[in-house]
């Protein structure tokens, strides 16, 4: 399979467009466009069923109690866990591109519903775990929210965006499922993947 991600070139820099979190105007971060970006899959192996799409950062502290914090800093070897990005399944086998801003176009406060969409089925996104408890901002994330690392993180992020061909029309999932929910229903029914992988910081000192 060959993956063509618009406007992200692999091991090149994410534009702010598809980022979650923007450098401020006199602060270190603010809200961003947030748009998905436009995806192209080709090179379809023989007997695919339906597609999967997630989107991971694998470079996430797993410890962020100083992350965002004046005066700290996240060393670039700490240990690190998944962030997922966007979590999408049964995607009709006739598709083979998602437009861009079809699964976002700005931020939502509180997120947007999981579930069945016009592009497949929604699982949640990590945000909903990262932003539980905030009162302005803390719900349920489903579709694609972009990247947004802390901005006192001496390590740049990677996103990998991956397309998988399926041998099966659908998986049975159901409710807010997560991402490693979705690559552990998956194991045993992929025929092929393509993945594009781009960069992303906030760090002043980074950028």
């Known amino acids: 399979m060959k993956l063509t991600v618009?406007?992200?070139?692999?091991?090149?820099?994410?534009?702010?467009?598809?980022?979650?979190?923007?450098p401020g105007d006199g602060e270190p971060m603010t809200l961003g466009p947030n748009r998905?970006?436009?995806l192209h899959w080709t090179e379809i192996p023989q007997g695919t069923k339906s597609f999967a799409v997630i989107v991971c950062d694998p470079d996430v502290p797993g410890d962020a109690s100083d992350a965002n914090q004046q005066g700290k800093t996240l060393a670039a070897d700490l240990p690190r866990v998944d962030f997922y990005h966007?979590?999408?399944?049964?995607?009709?086998a006739t598709t083979h591109a998602i437009?861009?801003?079809?699964a976002a176009d700005g931020v939502t406060p509180?997120?947007?519903?999981?579930?069945r969409s016009a592009l497949g089925l929604e699982g949640i996104n990590t945000f909903t775990d990262f932003l539980a408890g905030d009162p302005d901002m803390g719900g349920t994330y489903g579709g694609y929210d972009g990247p947004?690392?802390?901005w006192n993180d001496a390590l740049v992020h990677r996103y990998h965006f991956t397309?998988?061909?399926?041998?099966?029309?659908?998986?049975?999932?159901?409710?807010?499922?997560?991402?490693?929910e979705a690559?552990?229903?998956?194991?045993?029914?992929i025929l092929g993947q393509a993945t594009v992988t781009g960069t992303y910081t906030l760090n002043p000192e980074l950028r």
């Open 163 to 180: 397309v998988y061909a399926l041998d099966v029309e659908s998986l049975d999932m159901k409710g807010e499922f997560t991402g490693d």
């Open 110 to 115: 509180k997120g947007k519903q999981p579930g």
């Open 99 to 102: 437009e861009e801003g079809a």
């Open 183 to 189: 690559l552990g229903a998956m194991q045993g029914h």
């Open 36 to 38: 998905n970006p436009a």
């Open 148 to 150: 947004c690392p802390p």
């Open 6 to 22: 618009q406007g992200i070139e692999d091991q090149q820099p994410i534009p702010e467009t598809f980022a979650f979190g923007v």
């Open 86 to 92: 966007w979590v999408l399944v049964n995607v009709p």
